[in-house]
């Protein structure tokens, strides 16, 4: 493995502004089984699988794993079409990407979503090519808190967990990043509180508060 240093990045809340999108989705397909979903609920399971919110909070209907499946897909479809109307870039996310591509960091992206909700984020981003590794949730068994996700993405790059940063905007996220040994930013963005994010080594409230040189610097000083 090389001496390179690699920054993580969670997708949702980080590289794209999806908090609605994901809510009016999870309101949709909830509205369609004659639930309710309110925002409380729905914050509170934010940054994990789809597949994991809905065995937690519809535990009371005895849902097979094939109908969990179909769920998961309706509403993962509901999402990307509700983020195609209306790109919700999030701000200074293509600045700091182009940053730190330039100060020689590897990149990766380390997501709970579905290939396709990735693919559609980095294609309206038009930073692909930045990003040495590409992990989602198809790629990974266990969701975060667990940093399989994180590690699966250093692994692809080819980069020791402890030269690695991860920038995430949830809890389960920063949990997964400490728990793979990773220095961890908490990014308080939308619906996103500081204080959910205090076991962070380091929270934002603006991408643009973040630079190379700050990230270089927490991940050896971390070490």
């Known amino acids: 493995m090389n001496e390179r240093l690699g920054v993580l990045f969670d997708m949702d809340g980080v590289l794209v502004d999806s908090y609605r999108a994901h809510f009016q989705s999870w309101q949709e397909v909830a509205a369609e089984e004659g639930r309710t979903l309110t925002e409380a609920d729905f914050e509170r399971h934010f940054g994990r699988t789809s597949r994991e919110i809905i065995a937690v909070s519809w535990h009371d209907r005895a849902y097979t794993d094939a109908q969990i499946a179909a769920l998961d897909d309706r509403k993962e479809a509901a999402f990307r079409r509700i983020l195609a109307e209306s790109f919700p870039f999030m701000p200074g996310a293509v600045e700091l990407l182009d940053s730190l591509s330039a100060a020689g960091f590897a990149l990766a992206v380390g997501s709970s979503g579905p290939p396709e909700n990735v693919d559609l984020v980095l294609d309206r981003l038009g930073r692909r090519v930045v990003f040495g590794a590409v992990v989602t949730g198809s790629d990974v068994t266990r969701g975060k808190p667990d940093p399989e996700v994180f590690l699966l993405a250093a692994e692809r790059l080819g980069i020791r967990p402890e030269r690695c940063a991860v920038v995430e905007?949830?809890?389960?996220?920063?949990?997964?990043?400490?728990?793979?040994?990773?220095?961890?930013?908490?990014?308080?963005?939308?619906?996103?509180?500081?204080?959910?994010?205090?076991?962070?080594?380091?929270?934002?409230?603006?991408?643009?508060?973040?630079d190379p040189e700050g990230i270089r610097a927490l991940i050896l000083r971390r070490r």
């Open 169 to 210: 905007d949830a809890e389960p996220g920063v949990a997964a990043a400490r728990a793979a040994g990773m220095a961890s930013i908490g990014f308080a963005s939308t619906g996103r509180t500081r204080d959910s994010l205090a076991a962070a080594d380091l929270v934002v409230d603006a991408l643009a508060e973040l």
